[in-house]
């Protein structure tokens, strides 16, 4: 069984710090394209960052020079560091894996959600 679990979430002030963390079972993170989304309410969910299995990393405009996504394969887990926080970085980020194989099936899970309040 797959299972993504988010943890870090919270209320940080602006301009402040939060490193997010989706711990990964049933699965290789280091295989899979990893990436962290984020829905805030009344909105769609829209990517931030993704990190790939050739460590190749993207980021949504929005975001590029202050989060960074990274992952440590022998944790199994990936991250998001939030830097200069902003009030519009209010929402729920999601971990997601994607991995499409050489027989194209294809594999896309997610977690629960974390909560981050970017708030004074």
């Known amino acids: 069984q797959v299972q993504l679990v988010e943890s870090g979430g919270g209320l940080v002030q602006p301009g402040g710090s939060r490193r997010l963390s989706c711990a990964a079972s049933?699965?290789?993170?280091?295989?899979?394209?990893m990436g962290w989304y984020r829905q805030a309410p009344g909105k769609q969910r829209e990517v931030v960052a993704s990190?790939?299995?050739?460590?190749?990393?993207t980021y949504a405009d929005s975001v590029k020079g202050r989060f960074t996504i990274s992952r440590d394969n022998a944790e199994n887990t990936v991250y998001l560091q939030m830097d200069s926080l902003k009030p519009e970085d209010t929402a729920v980020y999601y971990c997601?894996?994607?991995?499409?194989?050489?027989?194209?099936?294809?594999?896309?899970?997610w977690g629960q959600g974390t909560q981050v309040t970017v708030s004074s």
């Open positions: 990190i790939f299995s050739g460590e190749r990393t």
């Open positions: 997601n894996a994607k991995r499409t194989t050489a027989a194209y099936n294809t594999y896309d899970f």
């Open positions: 049933g699965i290789i993170v280091s295989v899979y394209t």
